[in-house]
C-alpha cells in the first residue's frame, strides 16, 4: 500500500512557477515508476508526466514539454514537478500517481488526493 500526499499548489500569474511535491508513504516508493496527472474543471483527466523507478527516465505530455520537469529522490520518497512558463490552460488539480511507467490512467495503482492550481492571466 502507498499513500499519497500532494503539495505546492496555489495562484499564480501567467509565465510564473510553481513546485509540485508528492509525499509517499511506505518502503515501497521505489518500486513504483511515478507520474503526474491534471484535471482541469469540466474536462478528464489527463497525463502531464511520469518518471522511472530509478529516475532514469522521464516522458512528457506534448502541451507540458520544455517547461515543466518531473524528477524524484528515493531517499525521501518523493516525487516532485517544477512548472515553468505557466499558462492559464494549466489550470487544474495535480495528482499524483504510483504505477507502471505509462501514461495512461488505467496503469497507475495509487492515487493522492490532489492539489489545485490557478494560473491567472
Known amino acids: 500500500q502507498v499513500q499519497l500526499v500532494e503539495s505546492g499548489g496555489g495562484l499564480v500569474q501567467a509565465g510564473g512557477s510553481l513546485r509540485l511535491s508528492c509525499a509517499a508513504s511506505g518502503r515501497t516508493f521505489s518500486s513504483y515508476a511515478m507520474g503526474w496527472f491534471r484535471q482541469a474543471p469540466g474536462k478528464e483527466r489527463e497525463f502531464v508526466a511520469t518518471?522511472?523507478?530509478?529516475?532514469?527516465?522521464?516522458y512528457y505530455a506534448d502541451s507540458v514539454k520544455g517547461r515543466f520537469t518531473i524528477s524524484r529522490d528515493n531517499a525521501k520518497n518523493t516525487v516532485y514537478l517544477q512548472m515553468n512558463s505557466l499558462k492559464p490552460e494549466d489550470t487544474a488539480v495535480y495528482y499524483c500517481a504510483a504505477g507502471s511507467y505509462s501514461a495512461l490512467i488505467r496503469d497507475m495503482n495509487y492515487w493522492g488526493k490532489g492539489t489545485p492550481v490557478t494560473v491567472s492571466s
Open positions: 518518471i522511472g523507478r530509478s529516475a532514469g527516465t522521464t
